[in-house]
């Protein structure tokens, strides 16, 4: 029987026999062999090992393959699991996957793991590592396999395979001594994982996260494909807990979130400063680019939500309330069911919906500051990050199906242009297509996605696919921007909606005069305000540039004598709409200018008797050593100018 590989380059080659991938590996040359990882079958991932039973596309995976990191993290975790079992012996091991920059695993451990434990388990992957031992695939009997872990003391491996659905194939992999249950692929032997890994921490972790099993200890870790790489993301870890959003709106006194208002936010006065200042920077944006804004109600029937899909398809993350609507004609009681909204598309329909709506008033561009509320699990909020309660930048295009291309990619631009004024230049569009779970046909998603196709070539941008992000509507391009540090924030969307005009009978007249349902975008410039304040926080270190701070400018007295003259400069600088204030303390001028500094004030005007005496202020600039001296009319013209926000 001969087998045929084809291989990426197109060309093939043909075996006696199955082979494995690293036959195939070893046919095209050694130093490839050598850095095989694991092969791509007709695109699945599989072991280097693995016999190749028909004829295939195959795709050798190296160290620079995408799909390696996830390999050797995945590979990680097992190590990981394999020394601490050779630690502690009576230690159950249960789940152990990759995650995004890691891997963890949950252990079964009557005594609690310690910091320094993690150094001893580390030291013993180490050791583990460098026994390169081979990492073979096995094939078990469903019955067997659970009576093995039984009588090795696993119970959890013995659920999970009891649990798997009749005719599943139960593979184990073998590494040494250790034996663990995993559908792999996996690495071919445990040198190929390298030294670049580090545990990180620990925490509890529910079996199967559910609060009715038992408490499992977890471990988590990090893997990368080299020591630079680690040592790179261990910088930005430091550097990313200097700029915690949490402790910096603390340290600025700018919000904070209680038990009493689980994931909703308290502005402080500075705080809320920043928010308004972003908010209002939008609302201008919204203004040149022709949106009109509307307001919508916080709480609607459950009719309308039932209308538009989400009570089918978002209900679990609804806030809802039933409402005694007192005695009706016939006097029964009358109760409806009402749900907070969690975004604002079905009202904004409704607004396009009253009326006669006219092709000639199309493209309408309809935005809304609305506040939404989605329940999320407390164990997923973070700060600004993640919350229940929030501000959404959004708005809805309502366009002829003709309008749409040139919508979507102006939205698009709108987006790229506000990052970059708010100081973020790397940017990644990401076309997320339709989901598992949605509403509408084949071809309306077909139509949607290719829309959104074309409107990145408008644009004049590249896209990469995420199949199966989408959202149950309908397609969206999402826009990651990267912050200072190199992490990644997905905010921006623009999404393609024929769905929601139809169910919610949205119509317009065109101009043979007949009823068309318009296109629908939906789109959102920054997502949620309380989000992408958490954002630009931790961007600028709390270190915002001017137009943002939410205190631009502080005058400070070196003595007594001056504070007349620093009155008049604080009245000066507010009345050119510059947020001033005065320290007029008995205090040192250099306590003054460390707790302002503390404070990331951009600029403080120095005044003492000789600059009161001349009409003059010296200016500290936040972060330098050099100051300027001059008139005062001068430096207030000069920071209005640099107070003045984009556009």
């Not at 992408?532 to 270190?543: D, S, V």
């Amino acid at each position: 029987m001969s087998i045929i590989i084809r291989l990426p380059d197109g060309s093939e080659r043909p075996f006696d026999a199955p082979p494995s991938g690293l036959d195939v590996a070893q046919s095209i040359g050694a130093g490839l062999a050598k850095a095989a990882l694991a092969v791509k079958v007709n695109g699945e991932l599989r072991d280097l090992t693995r016999p190749i039973e028909q004829d295939a596309d195959l795709e050798i995976i190296t160290p620079k393959s995408p799909e390696a990191l996830e390999l050797l993290r995945h590979d990680a975790a097992h190590v990981m699991a394999e020394a601490v079992q050779e630690l502690w012996p009576d230690t159950q091991v249960t789940i152990g996957p990759a995650i995004e920059n890691g891997f963890y695993y949950d252990f079964a451990r009557e005594t609690n793991f310690t910091p320094d434990d993690l150094e001893k388990i580390e030291a013993k992957m180490r050791e583990i590592v460098a026994r390169d031992e081979p990492i073979e695939r096995e094939v078990w009997e469903r019955n067997e396999a659970i009576a093995w872990f039984k009588e090795q003391g696993e119970a959890y491996k013995a659920e999970i395979i009891a649990d798997l659905p009749e005719g599943e194939t139960i593979t184990v992999y073998r590494q040494g001594k250790f034996v663990d249950l995993c559908r792999g692929p996996h690495l071919p032997s445990t040198g190929k994982l390298g030294k670049a890994f580090k545990l990180m921490k620990l925490a509890g972790a529910y079996w199967r996260g559910s609060s009715d099993n038992e408490m499992l200890q977890r471990i988590y870790g990090t893997a990368w494909a080299d020591e630079k790489s680690l040592k790179k993301y261990l910088t930005q870890l430091e550097e990313a807990e200097k700029r915690d959003h949490r402790k910096l709106g603390k340290q600025l006194d700018l919000f904070h979130i209680q038990d009493e208002a689980v994931g909703q936010v308290f502005w402080h006065p500075k705080g809320y400063t920043l928010f308004k200042t972003l908010q209002n920077y939008i609302a201008r944006k919204l203004e040149i680019h022709d949106y009109v804004e509307v307001k919508t109600p916080l709480l609607m029937d459950r009719k309308l939500w039932e209308a538009s899909g989400h009570w089918d398809k978002y209900q679990e993350n609804m806030f809802i309330a039933e409402v005694d609507e007192g005695e009706g004609a016939d006097g029964k009681k009358r109760k409806s069911m009402v749900a907070v909204k969690p975004m604002n598309c079905p009202g904004h329909v409704q607004l396009f919906n009253h009326g006669l709506r006219s092709y000639r008033e199309l493209p309408l561009r309809m935005a809304e500051f609305g506040a939404c509320h989605r329940y999320e699990p407390s164990g997923a909020l973070h700060g600004l990050m993640r919350v229940r309660g929030f501000i959404m930048d959004d708005a809805h295009i309502f366009c002829t199906p003709a309008q749409l291309q040139d919508e979507a990619a102006a939205c698009g631009k709108l987006i790229f242009e506000v990052y970059k004024e708010l100081g973020f230049d790397s940017i990644e569009v990401k076309l997320a297509t339709r989901p598992e779970k949605r509403i509408g046909s084949d071809e309306v998603w077909d139509k949607s996605e290719d829309e959104l196709a074309r409107a990145c070539e408008l644009m004049g941008v590249e896209h990469i696919v995420a199949p199966g992000d989408g959202a149950f509507y309908g397609p969206k391009l999402e826009f990651t921007l990267y912050d200072a540090i190199g992490r990644g924030w997905q905010c921006g969307t623009v999404q393609v909606d024929f769905n929601l005009p139809e169910r919610l009978n949205a119509e317009y007249v065109a101009e043979d005069g007949s009823k068309q349902r318009p296109a629908m975008l939906h789109r959102a410039i920054l997502g949620s305000l309380e989000r992408f304040t958490g954002i630009l926080i931790e961007q600028y270190a709390g270190a915002f540039p001017m137009w943002l701070s939410p205190v631009q400018a502080v005058v400070a007295t070196i003595v007594s004598d001056a504070d007349n003259f620093a009155n008049e400069a604080m009245v000066q600088l507010r009345a050119a709409g510059i947020r001033a204030e005065a320290d007029l303390r008995n205090e040192k001028i250099n306590l003054k200018i460390r707790e302002h500094a503390m404070q990331k004030v951009p600029a403080m005007l120095i005044i003492g008797r000789r600059e009161a005496d001349n009409g003059e202020v010296t200016i500290r600039r936040r972060g330098e050593k050099q100051q300027q001296t001059l008139p005062l009319a001068e430096a207030v013209e000069m920071l209005r100018l640099e107070a003045t926000p984009p556009a």
